[in-house]
């Protein structure tokens, strides 16, 4: 991992993700320690993304590391037409790490070939969102006590959310079965399923997740958002099935735990919050853990 | 009569390259630069084939192509078969082969992928030879066979 960008999950071995995973375990343990003393990390948010964004740069700043960069492109030289290759190589010179968020689907791949220095992916449109994925593995074995052998259920707009088909690739290496559950219109690209037929993985598909939602271990729930559908009746429709409400929760199993990328809207109804089967909030601050995990692994600083 | 024909036809040295589908000969003449060598080329296009239902066929002489030059078209033209020619006599045959990987030649199918965006060449990963599919190295994403665009060469 030493001096390797990260882009994509895949970039990852099954091995490589349980060294991060101890790791932040270690972190969650000591998140304050001078790790990254004389460090400089670029942060670049080509388009904004406020949870990120902090979540890395708490990671940092517990480190004793200190953070350059800008937070949204209205405030750098994008604006005045610079190119993405122009910034990075600008960048490159300055710091050690390179954090980026960008709107461009492979911009992140495309900048870890221009860097000098690493690369982290801190999403590139609707393709990649590696330390959301690396976070997720986290949160469900942290819960779970293992990653091996888990029922997955998946809620909502499993067409376009890029974080349940990072969770499924990575995931897959742990031998689950997955429930989908969203609308004919949102349903789990067939490249995906080709994927899990390939590596032999059970996966079931519903239009509903009562009652299906028993079985599970884990519940990930997504956003469901209007634009993505092509006929606004068909949203008003199926809108509030995928809305997990508190009663539903009543036979579920009691280690189950429900995740969400955040921000959520209106998918996870307010009193669910209080259920101790309500994750969402914990796998948010997870991330900082991570991160500071994937950033010293990255930047070969052993923790002591 | 017949004889004339055949000296339009024939070439001494170089390559033939034989089963190119119709639709797609300007696809092999671009992606080989065949726009931009000096040596004499003819071609036939829209001719019967049993195989192809109408194909092209492209003489070009004086030339020799490597294997990765040549396997390049594979993604346009998967049965093309090459005669190499030298003094009217065919020396050799040899097929084309889609190859593993892909650099240029092919747009990515994603408008939102950097390669559409900025000047950055693109590159694929080859899924599938038969039905060619290409997943490419920066967004992912999978470019099937029946949308395969391929750049103008100044792109390249």
């Known amino acids: ?304 | 009569m017949k004889d004339k024909q055949l000296i339009v036809n024939a070439i001494k040295n170089g390559t033939v390259i034989d089963h190119v589908p119709a639709k797609n000969l300007f696809k092999v003449i671009t992606i080989l630069n065949l726009d931009k060598i000096d040596s004499q080329i003819t071609f036939g296009t829209n001719l019967e084939s049993k195989k192809l239902g109408s194909k092209a066929i492209i003489k070009i002489s004086d030339k020799y192509f490597l294997d990765e030059e040549i396997n390049r078209i594979a993604l346009v033209a998967p049965q093309a078969k090459l005669n190499i020619i030298r003094d009217y006599e065919v020396i050799e045959k040899r097929v084309v082969e889609v190859p593993d990987s892909i650099i240029g030649i092919v747009k990515c199918v994603n408008p939102k992928c950097i390669t559409n965006k900025e000047e950055v060449k693109t590159k694929f990963s080859v899924l599938s030879k038969n039905e060619v599919s290409l997943k490419c190295y920066y967004c992912e994403k999978i470019t099937h066979q029946d949308q395969m665009a391929i750049y103008n060469v100044n792109n390249q």
């Open chain 1, 1 to 304: 991992m030493h001096n390797k960008s990260l882009v994509s999950i895949t970039d990852y071995s099954k091995e490589e993700y349980i060294k991060i995973l101890d790791l932040a375990a270690q972190f969650e343990q000591n998140p304050n320690q001078e790790l990254l003393q004389g460090k400089l990390v670029a942060t670049l948010f080509f388009e904004p993304s406020t949870r990120t964004r902090l979540s890395f740069e708490a990671a940092i700043s517990r480190l004793g590391g200190r953070v350059i960069g800008f937070a949204d492109v209205n405030s750098s030289s994008v604006t005045k037409g610079e190119s993405l290759k122009d910034t990075i190589k600008m960048v490159t010179s300055y710091a050690d790490l390179i954090v980026m968020r960008h709107p461009t689907e492979g911009a992140a791949r495309y900048a870890s070939e221009i860097a000098t220095v690493p690369v982290i992916n801190a999403g590139d449109g609707a393709n990649q969102h590696p330390t959301q994925t690396l976070l997720d593995l986290y949160s469900i074995r942290k819960t779970q006590n293992t990653l091996e052998n888990l029922n997955i259920v998946m809620i909502g707009d499993l067409k376009y959310g890029r974080t349940v088909h990072s969770l499924l690739m990575a995931m897959s290496n742990f031998n689950p079965t997955f429930y989908f559950i969203s609308p004919d219109e949102l349903k789990m690209p067939r490249e995906y399923l080709l994927f899990l037929d390939q590596h032999k993985i059970k996966y079931f598909e519903y239009k509903e997740f009562m009652p299906i939602i028993s079985q599970a271990d884990i519940v990930y729930m997504t956003r469901v958002q209007k634009e993505r559908f092509s006929d606004p009746i068909e949203y008003e429709k199926t809108k509030n099935a995928y809305v997990l409400q508190n009663a539903m929760l009543e036979h579920t199993r009691p280690n189950m735990k429900i995740l969400h990328p955040l921000p959520r809207v209106n998918e996870i109804n307010l009193d669910v919050d209080d259920n101790p089967k309500a994750y969402y909030f914990t796998q948010a601050l997870n991330g900082v853990f991570v991160r500071q995990a994937i950033i010293t692994s990255i930047l070969g600083i052993n923790n002591k």
